[in-house]
């Protein structure tokens, strides 16, 4: 259920198969250039707050931006993504800086990662890569390691193509020997789509297991509460701070970070609510703009299992700037795996970076998981939601 469940052997097994050198392979990220295109029609804020979100994934990364380069364009384009102006720009930033790697802001085709690849002489990764390498590095459970793997393999198998295709076209020229980089591509999209058959299978015994685990919950007839919410919100310090005030001793707190992507793994804790009645409660992975699909499907199961929750708790960092974009992105992921809207308590966290609270926010709870206002009130309106199911089924 959670990583802290998870045995030593289980964990062995996770790190034999990581070792299997199919598996993720670990992007070395110090110091990166970021490039990103303002496409006509978005906004300013829009095209500064992704760019800016990237920059907050590179770190979460572990890495650090040493310059963005920007280029308006009405749309990508198909060979390199930007122009070959700018193409020449990045080139020179390149050789000044000698960047680790060069990430571009949105998510690159197959053909032009190859192409910028041969232009630029750096690794070229895009934001779905990325992200894909923070929940590589983040992921502790058997599952989590699971979908991160399988997500990955999906994204890479139709980009698999940089070395193989280079060495074809080497051999190429002497003609007769055309074809050893193919086969060697051949070999390696062969055993991508094995591991990828693997990785369903084990995925499905899992799934199993956690299935049991849900029925056995259900069985004991607790309501379960879910916090979901845009990355970096403060779902695990809201979550922390909801233990603390029902339990008031020090039981263990799941970490809590301004790193984007601090939490990925699933972790579920007994809370007893103001009326006596007890209640499981569930942090899990934060959402973000553009999550790679890969990602949402692999996940989807873990995902599900927040959203089938009785409560879903929407945590909002009302100090945030923007986020309104960021409650409408989760609302669409929401949306989009179907969960019951009325199951939905809007919670705005964070009301201690504020003068005071702004008007015009639609309904909701509003809270400081830091001082611990309005955590009370938010109990209350849980409890309150919770109790006529209990009349019911008790
Ligand atoms: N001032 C203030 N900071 C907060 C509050 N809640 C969380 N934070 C900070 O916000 C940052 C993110 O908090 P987390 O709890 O890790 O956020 P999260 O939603 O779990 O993030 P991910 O796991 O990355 O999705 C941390 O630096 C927290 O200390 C709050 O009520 N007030
Ligand atoms: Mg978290």
């Not at 959670?2 to 199919?22: E, N, P, V």
């Not at 490039?35 to 300013?44: A, D, M, N, Q, Y």
Request: hydrophobic share 40%; aromatic share 4%.
């Amino acid at each position: 259920m959670t990583s802290a469940h998870l045995g030593r052997r289980l964990q062995k097994r996770i790190i034999k198969l990581k070792d299997r050198g199919l598996s993720l392979q670990e992007i070395k990220i110090e110091t990166a250039i970021l490039v990103g295109i303002k496409l006509k029609g978005e906004s300013e804020l829009d095209f500064e707050s992704s760019l800016d979100e990237l920059k907050g994934l590179i770190e979460a990364a572990g890495g650090e931006v040493t310059a963005v380069l920007i280029q308006a364009r009405e749309r990508p384009g198909a060979s390199t993504y930007i122009g070959s102006g700018k193409l020449a720009e990045l080139n020179q930033l390149v050789s000044e800086l000698k960047p680790d790697l060069v990430v571009f802001d949105q998510e690159l085709s197959p053909t032009q990662l190859r192409n910028l690849e041969e232009a630029v002489k750096v690794r070229i990764i895009d934001r779905t890569m990325l992200i894909l390498d923070i929940f590589g590095q983040r992921a502790r459970t058997r599952e989590g390691m699971l979908q991160v793997e399988l997500a990955d393999l999906e994204y890479r198998l139709p980009r698999l193509s940089g070395k193989g295709a280079e060495m074809s076209r080497l051999s190429g020229g002497i003609g007769t020997r055309a074809g050893a980089g193919e086969q060697k591509l051949e070999l390696d999209r062969r055993r991508i789509r094995q591991r990828i058959q693997d990785i369903k299978q084990q995925m499905q015994k899992v799934e199993s297991t956690r299935q049991l685990h849900r029925r056995r919950r259900q069985r004991a007839g607790l309501p379960v509460i879910s916090l979901v919410g845009y990355t970096n919100a403060g779902k695990s310090s809201l979550f922390n701070a909801m233990c603390r005030s029902v339990h008031r001793s020090g039981v263990d707190q799941v970490e809590a970070d301004a790193r984007l992507f601090q939490t990925l793994d699933t972790t579920t804790r007994k809370i007893t609510l103001p009326s006596g009645r007890e209640a499981l409660i569930t942090d899990t992975v934060g959402f973000i703009q553009n999550l790679p699909h890969h990602l949402v499907a692999a996940f989807r199961s873990t995902l599900q299992e927040a959203i089938d929750a009785d409560i879903l708790l929407h945590v909002i960092d009302i100090s945030s700037p923007d986020h309104w974009d960021k409650m409408r992105v989760v609302e669409k992921v929401l949306q989009e795996l179907n969960a019951d809207q009325d199951k939905i308590i809007r919670v705005y966290n964070k009301t201690d970076k504020l003068d005071f609270i702004p008007a015009g926010e639609k309904s909701g709870i509003f809270v400081s998981a830091r001082t611990g206002s309005g955590l009370k009130h938010l109990l209350t309106q849980i409890e309150a939601r919770i109790l006529p199911a209990a009349r019911v089924d008790g």
